[in-house]
């Protein structure tokens, strides 16, 4: 199938960075066509992830500017370059950060999600030939982010950076599958593969934290501790499954820490525990709180650049273990009809994650929303 637009470059809304630290600018872009083993896709809804507002702050070493940021978003295949036989025109789309190619040492390592095919340019903000498919009305080249950059109507990227999904399925809502509901839900069901009756704690009640906690529910765990500094994230905590939550800066008793408190909840600390804050000192705390002998501290949140996790290595004596995912540990294109399944049968709570819903020219809005406290995700719609 072929459209006007094929083998043109197309001129469309994008929301730039030009700047750390700066709104993003809402303009007209123009976005080539894909070349060999790319797709050019239409994004139709993008959400917010707090990795966006991380890079957007100037605090992750690998940002770019200017960018072309947004990593969380659906939508369907405009065109498709030479070589690409994974998806087609007009196939419903989810984009992946983390691509899965199947034939680098990494994919066929079978213990780990992570992919090395693309991962060096995606990290330098180019495609992988080394070269970027966004100009600004300047000709200034702007960089792509996380190898997806859904913050642009029309987007180019990889051919293993995207999955084909069942078309039935609500773009609306699935595109948050391409990030926070994912990672946090593997974190807990493959990553630490949380099992009846296992204590967890999860640091940070966002959707990423929330996820945790639906796949330690759904896994029936013992105690599902949450440990937010927002007294707001309570109720949240609890719809999503939580048996517990502490507020460190008012539940704790005089001289107690957040550790002494769950080592004392849980006889002795928790099989699994997690960070999803980013905050190097709630890591330590995520990591000591964790059972002598056998308990295992998963960290997700992303620390900004030149932060550092310390601990007293006596921890690692006795058998403590620390170790971490990126989305969750889920091979995107083989896995992903699978979470898309789950969420249509219901067993994976997504809906219930949105709580903002703006038109993308509302991008600067969404970025303060992420700020409120209340905020899940905000799901942006081109339309
Ligand atoms: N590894 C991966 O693949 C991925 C990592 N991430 C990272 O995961 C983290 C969580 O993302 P997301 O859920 O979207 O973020 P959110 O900001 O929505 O959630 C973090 C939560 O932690 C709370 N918090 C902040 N400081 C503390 C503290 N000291 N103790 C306890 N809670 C605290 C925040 O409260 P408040 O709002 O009041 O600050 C907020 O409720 C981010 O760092 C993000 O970059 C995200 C996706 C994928
Ligand atoms: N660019 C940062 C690292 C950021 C990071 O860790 N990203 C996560 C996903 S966060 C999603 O919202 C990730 O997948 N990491 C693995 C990877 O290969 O990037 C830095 O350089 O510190
Ligand atoms: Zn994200
Ligand atoms: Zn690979």
């Known amino acids: 199938m072929s459209s006007s637009t094929t083998g043109k470059p197309i001129e469309c809304t994008a929301a730039v960075a030009y700047e750390p630290n700066k709104p993003l600018t809402i303009e007209k872009i123009f976005v080539d066509p894909p070349k060999s083993h790319e797709v050019r896709v239409k994004v139709k809804y993008v959400a917010l992830c707090h990795t966006d507002a991380y890079t957007l702050s100037g605090a992750d070493p690998e940002g770019l500017f200017p960018c072309v940021l947004g990593h969380e978003c659906a939508g369907i295949v405009e065109s498709i370059g030479p070589n690409v036989t994974n998806v087609k025109v007009g ?67 990889a051919d293993v950076s995207l999955v084909a999904i069942d078309p039935q399925a609500p773009l609306d809502k699935v595109c948050l599958l391409g990030c926070g509901i994912t990672t946090g839900f593997g974190a807990a069901i493959k990553t630490a593969n949380v099992q009846k009756g296992d204590n967890v704690v999860i640091f940070g009640a966002g959707a990423v934290g929330l996820s945790v906690v639906q796949g330690a529910k759904l896994r029936k765990a013992g105690k599902i501790i949450v440990v ?42 928790v099989d699994y525990s997690f960070d999803c804050t980013g905050n190097v000192k709630v890591m330590r705390d995520a990591f000591e709180c964790c059972h002598k002998g056998w308990g295992k501290c998963v960290l997700i949140g992303v620390a900004a650049s030149g932060q550092e996790f310390s601990t007293r290595p ?56 992420l700020h409120t406290g209340e905020c899940l995700r905000t799901v942006l719609n081109y339309d």
């Not at 109720?235 to 539940?251: K, V």
């Open 91 to 157: 196939d419903h789309v989810i984009l992946l950060y983390t691509a899965e190619c199947g034939e680098c040492k990494l994919c066929k390592s079978g213990k780990t999600n992570l992919c090395n095919s693309v991962r060096a340019t995606q990290g330098k903000g180019v495609m992988p030939d080394g070269t970027s498919r966004f100009h600004d009305k300047n000709g200034k080249t702007l960089y792509h982010f996380m190898g997806c950059s859904g913050f642009s109507e029309y987007t180019v990227v």
């Open 228 to 269: 937010d500094v927002n007294a707001n994230k309570k109720n949240w905590a609890t719809q999503f499954g939580s048996t517990d939550f502490i507020n460190p800066n008012t539940d704790l008793k005089k001289g107690q820490t957040i550790v002494d408190k769950i080592v004392e909840m849980t006889d002795g600390g």
């Open 314 to 369: 006596f921890h690692f004596i006795i058998g403590k273990v620390c170790t971490g995912c990126a989305f969750g540990g889920f091979h995107g294109r083989s896995e992903m009809g699978g979470l898309i399944k789950d969420y249509q049968e219901g067993k994976l709570k997504v809906d219930e994650f949105i709580t903002h819903r703006r038109s993308f020219d509302e991008i600067n809005t969404a970025f303060e929303d």
